[in-house]
Nanobody, 119 residues
C-alpha cells in the first residue's frame, strides 16, 4: 500500500499548480487525507485536510488560495494551488489514514513533491 504524489514544479509568483496523490494497494477505505509541506529549515506543517465525509480545514496562510478535494472512486486527493507566493516554496507531502482490506490501519505518507515559486 502506498501513496504516489505528482504535480510539483517551478512556477512564478501568482501562478497555479495542481498536486495529485493516489493511494494504491489492498485498500478497503480511506479516512482522512491531507497535504503537508516542509520548507528548508522549518518543521513540517499542515496545509489542508479533508475527511471521508468532506469536512475541510486549511492553514490560515493558504485560505482563499488553495483548494483540497478528493475523488473516493480513484483513492486520490488533490490540492489546487492558486495565487502562489514565494513563501509557498516547500516539499509537499500527502498523507492518508487507510483501512486495509484485511482490517488493519496505516498512516501513509507520499514521497514528497517539490514546489518552487519564484518572485
Amino acid at each position: 500500500v502506498q501513496l504516489q504524489a505528482s504535480g510539483g514544479g517551478l512556477v512564478q509568483a501568482g501562478g497555479s499548480l495542481r498536486l495529485s496523490c493516489a493511494a494504491s494497494g489492498s485498500i478497503h477505505s480511506i479516512n482522512g487525507m491531507a497535504w503537508y509541506r516542509q520548507a528548508p529549515g522549518k518543521h513540517r506543517e499542515l496545509v489542508a485536510k479533508i475527511s471521508s465525509g468532506g469536512s475541510i480545514k486549511y492553514a490560515d496562510s493558504v485560505k482563499g488560495r488553495f483548494t483540497i478535494s478528493r475523488d473516493n472512486a480513484k483513492n486520490t486527493v488533490y490540492l489546487q494551488m492558486n495565487s502562489l507566493k514565494p513563501e509557498d516554496t516547500a516539499v509537499y507531502y500527502c498523507n492518508a489514514i487507510v483501512t486495509l482490506s484485511w482490517g488493519g490501519r496505516r498512516n501513509l505518507w507520499g514521497q514528497g513533491t517539490q514546489v518552487t515559486v519564484s518572485s
